[in-house]
């Protein structure tokens, strides 16, 4: 069964640096793309970018370029969204999902969402 | 605001048909397949089609996609009240390097 297990909710101040997981399992994991959505609360899905845990090539939503890092640990099937600076604006729900052979394919699994609030 | 378009709601009764509608541009929809997902209340979203018209193992055939030009729509048919739920439409965008865009995301309540 494929699953994707995502680190525990964070709080956080305004400045701090946070890094969030999402472990896969069930499936060869450096075959498939791992993405990560934003959710803010009460408002819709924002894509924010791919990674291939093969080789890890990643592509970034313009609205998130520069803002965040995305990486990987194939030793043990880890996937990675960093912030150095959180802000307010920051605060929401962050999903991972593995996604296809392509960094186009759709996001077939998804995680149960990490919950990342910014407040002082 | 969101690069692909969608009707904020939509509504209907049991049994009836609903279609939701998404809107976007040659660099999104016009070259790229079309993937519908559902979000459920409280949970994760779940894929609910996938290029353009194809359903995930599991998915009822009550949902189907379709797409034309630079527009694509969700049908959803037998409408039961399990179907309340946000639905989003999303495709690749060859623009800026290739990216994923969504639609804001369509409300449907089954009254």
């Known amino acids: 069964e494929v699953q994707l297990v995502q680190s525990g909710a964070e709080v956080k101040k305004p400045g701090e640096s946070l890094k969030i997981s999402c472990k896969g399992s069930?499936?060869?994991?450096?075959?498939?793309?791992i993405g990560w959505v934003r959710q803010m609360s009460g408002k819709g899905l924002e894509w924010m970018g791919i990674?291939?845990?093969?080789?890890?090539?990643?592509r970034y939503s313009p609205s998130f370029q520069g803002q965040v890092t995305i990486s990987v640990d194939k030793s043990i099937s880890t996937a990675y969204l960093q912030w150095g600076s959180l802000k307010a604006s920051d605060t929401a729900m962050y999903y991972c999902a593995r996604g296809g052979e392509y960094s186009s394919s759709p996001l077939f699994y998804w995680g149960q969402g990490t919950l990342v609030t910014v407040s002082s | 605001q969101s690069v692909l378009t969608q009707p904020p709601s939509a509504s209907g009764t049991p049994g009836q048909r609903v279609t939701i509608s998404c809107s976007g541009s040659s660099s999104n929809i016009g070259s790229n397949y079309v993937y519908w997902y559902q979000q459920l209340p409280g949970t994760a979203p779940k894929l609910l089609i996938y290029r353009n018209n194809q359903r995930p193992s599991g998915v009822p055939d009550r949902f189907s996609g379709s797409k034309s030009g630079t527009s694509a729509s969700l049908a959803i048919s037998g409408l039961r009240s399990e179907d309340e739920a946000n639905y989003y439409c999303?495709?690749?965008?060859?623009?800026?390097?290739?990216?994923?865009?969504f639609g804001g995301g369509t409300k449907l309540t089954v009254l």
């Open positions: 990674i291939n845990p093969d080789d890890s090539d990643t």
């Open positions: 999303a495709a690749w965008d060859d623009s800026l390097s290739g990216h994923v865009v």
């Open positions: 069930g499936y060869s994991f450096t075959n498939y793309w």
